[in-house]
């Protein structure tokens, strides 16, 4: 049993590097353009020429699922690293500084978190507009907040560890402190984090997109191709079937490899066999 924790890394990480391998090499698996439309193949099944069958308007199905991964893992992947950013910088300052400014801090967080973190990013995007940058930044000032508690009660506890009191005593500022004896140990912590938060910004990119409210019409993506999908489910069910499919598999594989990692970096969380 102890070797789970490894099995599930190993497991999200191939589900992982497949689908980014996926990605990056969009256009030489696309076996056409996603915003190719051909009427007269009109939600066609699939077939060796349409592995994936194609949509109401003609396009190719594979095509747009494999577009669409690029899509997802940049927006993912930029909210992710904003909001650790962001959410690190500000976690720090509350747990080492306290007093005024922890609790100026937290109410704000406590702000944010009043609002449903979906609500408040399709209000945003409603508001900006649909494009991808829009769809970044409105997401990213909704997902800084559960970095910043985490980071907060953890530098709360390391503070006040041996080698860190040593540190203080021995002249080191604040700034050193956080940065070379805080921060070290905060990484796999925050990798954990960071890993089931791409797994929920994947969802909530698609819940927007399949809203109408994600990247441009013209760009392939996830949630959009449900969408459409759903207009003709009962006709041709393998438009929607494809991209729920991918979502369902890079959602599990990050979370495998959340799993995964948070007990490895917990041995405490281990199962003992």
């Not at 769809?135 to 953890?154: D, K, P, Q, Y």
Request: hydrophobic share 50%; proline share 4%.
């Amino acid at each position: 049993m102890r070797s789970l924790p490894k099995i599930f890394v190993t497991a999200g990480s191939l589900v992982i590097g497949l689908l980014i391998a996926v990605a990056l090499f969009a256009p030489l698996l696309a076996s056409q353009s996603p915003n190719t439309m051909n009427l007269e193949n009109r939600l066609v099944s699939p077939s060796k020429d349409h592995l994936f069958g194609t949509d109401e308007n003609g396009s190719d199905v594979f095509s747009k699922v494999v577009y669409g991964a690029r899509v997802s893992l940049l927006v993912a992947g930029s909210v992710v690293l904003i909001s650790a950013f962001v959410g690190l910088i500000i976690g720090s300052i509350a747990g080492f500084k306290g007093g005024w400014i922890d609790l100026s801090l937290m109410r704000a967080i406590d702000i944010v978190y009043a609002f449903p973190g979906f609500l408040l990013a399709l209000s945003l995007v409603a508001v900006l507009g649909p494009s991808l940058r829009n769809l970044i930044i409105a997401m990213s000032l909704t997902g800084w907040a559960s970095f910043a508690r985490l980071v907060r009660g953890e530098v709360l506890y390391l503070k006040e560890k041996e080698y860190v009191v040593c540190s203080r005593s021995l002249g080191s500022g604040a700034l050193r402190q956080i940065v070379f004896h805080i921060w070290p140990n905060l990484l796999g912590l925050l990798f954990v984090q960071a890993t089931f938060a791409m797994a929920g910004t994947i969802i909530s990119e698609s819940g927007l997109s399949f809203l109408g409210l994600g990247v441009p019409s013209t760009t392939p993506s996830w949630g959009a191709l449900l969408n459409s999908g759903r207009r003709v489910l009962f006709d041709a069910p393998h438009v929607s079937l494809f991209p729920g499919l991918a979502i369902m598999t890079l959602v599990l594989g990050f979370n495998l490899l959340g799993d995964g990692l948070r007990d490895l970096f917990d041995p405490r969380r281990q199962l003992k066999g």
